[in-house]
């Protein structure tokens, strides 16, 4: 993994953290606690960037579902 890579992840609010929290069953309300952390995080846009460059499936990043991160690249097609 590329140095860069390395510290953003090193800095998130996410770490140390149970990554159950960010892969929950349900979308909308189990996915609110890791919102919650991701909201207060120095590195929610590097995450974000990080997980719709590659095109993560799963789990929440960055403060986005994976429904959110369709959306937001469906937009960003649209508005190229």
Do not use: Y
């Not at 929610?44 to 994976?66: D, F, M, P, Y």
């Amino acid at each position: 993994m590329p140095q860069h890579e390395l510290e953003w992840r090193m800095a998130g609010a996410c770490r140390g953290l149970d990554p159950a929290i960010f892969h929950p069953e349900d979308d909308d309300d189990e996915a609110a606690m890791a919102k919650g952390i991701c909201a207060s995080c120095v590195v929610q846009v590097a995450c974000l960037n990080h997980a719709l460059v590659s095109r993560e499936k799963v789990g929440v990043w960055g403060g986005a579902t994976e429904r959110e991160r369709r959306r937001i690249l469906r937009q960003r097609r649209r508005s190229a």
